[in-house]
């Protein structure tokens, strides 16, 4: 409602507005020029009845007249269109059912006017309901009258003597008017009303057309920066590949301790910036939601000691207690799940528990909660002694690339990405992290998760034969005749040099099709198989393989090099047929177990 209108205000341009309908501002114009018109015509009737002296309906007709007045003031002043419409269809019902019943005491054409007027009226100015009411409230009345009349019994002393015929005249005019003006304003607000539908469908036509290209923009522009940042890191990570295997070979030839010393820091760093390569790839593909959970049968008491195992020493180097608490009821029992997501996050928790805490105790604590038709709850919480995190900033940890305070930073180093990536990892799965913390006295974080259990009794690890066979593997690998299929130069100038360590020659395929090729028509023990080569991949080169006629050569062992530290390469390894992998940049002990257990388990006589 436009509040700047004055008392004084006659004109109908002030009380529109904005904000208003194009219908009710059709209703309030109509009211303007409609009262002006009742005013007209009132007035003329009152003269014609003053000339004609007719005290009473002269007197009535003043009523009548001063209320339009005010009804119109009160317009020009608060368009409150409702409330004048009501008052104006009480007046006129008055009006009509006294004509009917008392001035009249007939049904005559000035009341069939007065009664369409009223039912027009009401209908376009106050909707259905009141419409119907209006409407029914003059019918009625009206309807008994006739009956009445039809039984001759109705007539009351009340009836002027003469019936005024220019004062009819004048009414039946005024309501022929009324009538006419009505549906000419109601017409063309609707069409007016239509139009502007069109229009706004027109607009928002475009609107969409114009908000889908800009959402098209948004996600090209985002996919290019996932892809950016996808492909930037592969390639920071075959460099960094190479680097680390340099510096393994050089610690392998002895070096003077001096060099030892440099060597050590030249490794910890090139790990670093690895770990931080890997969160940002890692990271970047949880993002863009291509992070596929497996399922797959596993046990938590092993996952958690292979987890832990590493983070031990460290916690031990840097002076700390390192307590791994397993519930017993969880000893002898496999569980479905993804290991290595699982792993990601233990490691990621304990890793920031060892980081973060100086002196005291690191607790790694797994607890079953409930069993129940074979799944299982499980509580993992790892707690530390450490520098603690301020309530505030409990949330913000989660942030990525954000930690606690720039001292963080500067102190600890880190990225600010562990936390990101666990907690969208547990989100992925419908799971909550809880955090407690007391700076200065230390940090909790804790999640459970649930893991549906085998039914078959699952015997205990036997741990040392397995460790013991290691050690043999480790010492004598013999030597075999190894197929190396590896496109990067760097990478199979490192091979060699590794290899010329064991006392082996490995041949060198440049792509998974020349690989095939020397397979059918050499002799090998076992292959070593990169994943990403021109001309056909790892993969397609594994299958190919696993189908030679040949069954001596379709069951070589393959060995998968994966550059990828992404977690669901496993799955993919597995179902081309390869028998392992290792991922770059492989240590070389952990490359030579898997070679000698895979060699020791075919009938492929090892040569010497
Ligand atoms: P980063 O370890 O690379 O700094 P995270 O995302 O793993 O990144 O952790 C974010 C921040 O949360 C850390 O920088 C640190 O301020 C805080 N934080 C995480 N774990 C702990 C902890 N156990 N004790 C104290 N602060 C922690």
Redesign the pocket.
Known sequence: MNKDVGFFNFSVNKILTKDQTILDQARIRLLYYGLWLAIIAVGAVWLNLYVEHREILTYSTSLLFLSLVILFKYLTFRPRWGIISHILLVLATMVNLTNVFITLQSVDIITAQITFLIIVFSFYMLGQTCGLFYSLVNLIPILIFLVLMFNSSYVIGLKPKVVDESTKIISICATFIFIIFIQNYFYRAFIKNIRQLKVTAEERGSLNVELEKVLEKAEKSSQAKSEFLSTMSHEIRTPMNAVIGMTNLLMMGNPRPDQKDNLEILKFSANNLLALVNDVLDFNKIESGKVVFENIKFNLVELMQNVCGGQRLKAEEKGLDFILEIDNNLRNKDVFGDPTRLSQIIF??V???I???HNGTVWVNVTQLEDRHNIITVDFS?K?T????EKE?LDM??EPF????IT??RQ???????????KRLLELQNLRMSVQ?QPAK??E?SFNMEFPVTTESVAEPEKQPVIAATAKAVESIGTPRVLIAEDNMVNVMLMKKLFSKWNIVPTIAENGERAIEMVQYGNFDIILMDLQMPVLNGFDAAVEIRKLPDPKKANIPIIALTASALFDIRERVFGSGMNDYVSKPFKPDELREKMQTLLSSTSTPIQT
Not at 386 to 389: A, P, R, V
Not at 402 to 405: A, K, N, V
Request: aromatic fraction near 10%; charged fraction near 10%.
């Open positions: 990621n928790l890793s920031n528990a980081k973060f805490t790892v530390d450490g520098i603690g995190i900033n940890i989660f954000t930690q606690e305070s963080t930073t600890y180093g880190g990225t600010g990405l562990g936390l990101a990536i666990v913390s230390g940090s974080f």
